[in-house]
């Protein structure tokens, strides 16, 4: 496992180690011993999520203001544009986003911690994501920022204009959102 730093130091890219030949490959997705050896982390997961998306589906930006998760992202199937926001109102990068193309092909995963806002564009024709999280969905705690929020200049390069649920084209302005450490 090599871990890659990103503009926020919380935020953490996995490369797990692939071990392929003409036959395909094996990786080891998810090892607590190696984890924790690696990031310093002493995580706990709780919960498994899979979803399938196609093309242009933006789901996001989305967090609980309590119970908040901290999710181990990756794609095993198609593409996506990956975004984290830190919503830590006390933190020295508040505010700030770290965007990363996530796919089967690279197998890369992103460490989103606690605190912060997940979005994720699907950029092939189907996506297929998978997360663990460090607590449950709570969806009376859960919140949303608009995914076009323009205090936060994400530039997702979409194509046409993003398929999005009812509460994602309703999301909130950061401006107003609820923080962590208010």
């Not at 490369?15 to 984890?35: A, I, T, Y």
């Not at 979803?51 to 609980?64: I, K």
């Not at 460490?111 to 092939?124: I, K, Y």
């Not at 996506?127 to 205090?151: G, M, Q, S």
Request: charged residues 25%; proline residues 4%.
């Amino acid at each position: 496992m090599n871990i890659v730093p990103t503009e926020i130091p919380d935020v953490l890219i996995i490369e797990p180690k692939v071990f392929g030949d003409d036959r395909g490959f094996f990786l080891e997705s998810f090892n607590q011993k190696l984890w924790e050896e690696k990031t310093g982390l002493n995580t706990i997961f709780v919960q498994d999520n899979h979803s399938r998306s196609g093309r242009n589906v933006l789901r996001g930006l989305h967090y609980q203001i309590q119970h908040p998760q901290g999710k181990l992202v990756r794609v095993t199937a198609g593409e996506v544009f990956d975004v984290a926001v830190d919503m830590r109102k006390n933190s020295p990068t508040f505010g700030k986003s770290v965007s990363v193309v996530l796919s089967a092909e690279n197998k890369r995963q992103l460490w989103v911690p606690e605190g912060f806002a997940h979005g994720f564009l699907v950029t092939s024709d189907v996506a297929e994501f998978l997360y663990k999280t460090t607590d449950y969905w709570y969806p009376e705690f859960e919140r949303c920022i608009v995914w076009n929020d323009h205090d936060l200049s994400i530039n997702w390069s979409l194509l046409g204009e993003p398929i999005l649920a009812k509460k994602d084209a309703e999301g909130q302005a950061f401006c107003s959102a609820e923080l962590f450490g208010s």
